[in-house]
């Protein structure tokens, strides 16, 4: 039998892929409202841990305050969210 069929297969993986650090809507609603959140802030609290390519917020749950958070990328359901609740998302201008 030819060795490329004896040796065991290996996936792939890609060196262009970007892997984001996650944050769920309700994770911020230990912040105070009205307050900024950017990475920093996600740091100091332990929502973010090692940073990866960016963060993304995802809009799981619900949000009760108004925030301005700064992160890379966002769900349109989370922006929906924050936006509903009186505060805003900002997106880097990378991610743009």
């Known amino acids: 039998m030819p060795l490329q069929r004896r ?3 290996r996936g792939f993986r890609s060196p262009f892929k970007e892997y984001y650090a996650l944050v769920q ?3 911020l ?3 105070e409202n009205g307050s900024v959140v950017s990475l920093a802030e996600l740091k100091e609290k332990g929502l973010v ?3 990866k390519d960016g963060v993304k917020l995802l809009g799981e749950g619900s949000i009760t305050k108004a925030l301005t958070v700064h992160v890379d ?3 349109r359901s989370a922006q929906e969210k924050v936006e509903a609740a009186g505060g805003k998302v900002e997106l880097s201008a990378a991610a743009e």
């Open 49 to 51: 841990g090692r940073l």
């Open 7 to 9: 040796l065991p297969k």
């Open 29 to 31: 609603d230990v912040f």
């Open 73 to 75: 990328k966002a769900s």
């Open 25 to 27: 809507v309700e994770d």
